[in-house]
């Protein structure tokens, strides 16, 4: 059955210039979180959606970032004006129920390797 | 000090023999504890996970929790060199209306020699 997807699987954006990363959840899964994952690093939290409702964005470095899931399914995380420190590994992954409780595996997309020149 | 915290490693562990992977985490009120396994240039995928103290056993897979003095271990036992990965330890902070985050560890590189 089809997982996770993410694209672009490989992105190198300039200093300065925005970058969209799309990712595609198991159909049905309610619960959709993204994460930032440097070299060496366990994966850091940056924001989840239940369906639509974006209802924890703490994680979110700063105001260049965004994201977005208006139709409860396909989600977008957008950086504004990239730098060198977001290059990172973007990791979305998907939950069939809300939150992070024990029956409430999390699957996680390929990722998407962005490196700010 | 980190919210959860694992040796980096590398953890090296000749083949046959077991793997004890250790977790601390520093918020009491945590309560579900996950492993993941990286394979490197792979995205996590979950081994285990456990909430009540105590063992849970799992095939090969053991994981371990001691709520009293916070730590989480992961035992690989008659290990095989398709375990070398590196493995995460994540603990959910303590759930409120507004909160849904997982905290991870950076991972414990394991290798296992032929």
């Known amino acids: 059955g089809a997982g996770v997807s993410q694209s672009p699987r490989y992105k190198v954006a300039k200093r300065g210039q925005d970058v969209a990363l799309r990712c595609d959840p198991i159909?049905?899964?309610?619960?959709l979180f993204w994460y930032q994952q440097a070299l060496g690093q366990g994966p850091e939290f940056l924001t989840y959606?239940?369906?639509?409702?974006?209802?924890?964005k703490s994680g979110l470095p700063s105001d260049r970032f965004f994201a977005e899931r208006p139709e409860g399914s396909v989600s977008t995380l957008k950086i504004q004006r990239t730098q060198q420190e977001d290059s990172a590994v973007y990791l979305c992954?998907?939950?069939?129920?809300?939150?992070?409780?024990?029956?409430?595996?999390?699957?996680f997309g390929p990722g998407t390797r962005l490196t700010v020149l | 000090q980190k919210e959860v915290e694992q040796n980096s490693g590398p953890l090296s562990v000749p083949e046959g023999a077991i793997a004890s992977l250790n977790c601390t985490y520093s918020?009491?009120?945590?309560?579900?504890f996950f492993w993941y396994r990286q394979y490197s240039g792979k995205s996590p995928e979950l081994i285990m996970f456990?909430?009540s103290n105590g063992d849970k056993e799992d095939g090969r897979f053991t994981a371990q929790l001691n709520k009293a003095s916070q730590y989480v271990s992961l035992l690989i036992r008659d290990s095989q060199p398709s375990d070398s990965a590196t493995y995460l330890c994540?603990?959910?902070?303590?759930?409120?209306?507004?909160?849904?985050?997982?905290?991870w560890g950076a991972g414990t590189k394991l290798i296992i020699k032929p």
């Open positions: 959606f239940q369906n639509e409702a974006q209802l924890d």
């Open positions: 992954a998907s939950s069939l129920i809300s939150g992070t409780g024990i029956y409430n595996e999390q699957f």
């Open positions: 918020d009491r009120g945590s309560q579900s």
């Open positions: 994540a603990v959910n902070r303590p759930p409120t209306d507004s909160n849904y985050q997982l905290i």
């Open positions: 456990i909430y």
């Open positions: 159909s049905g899964h309610v619960s």
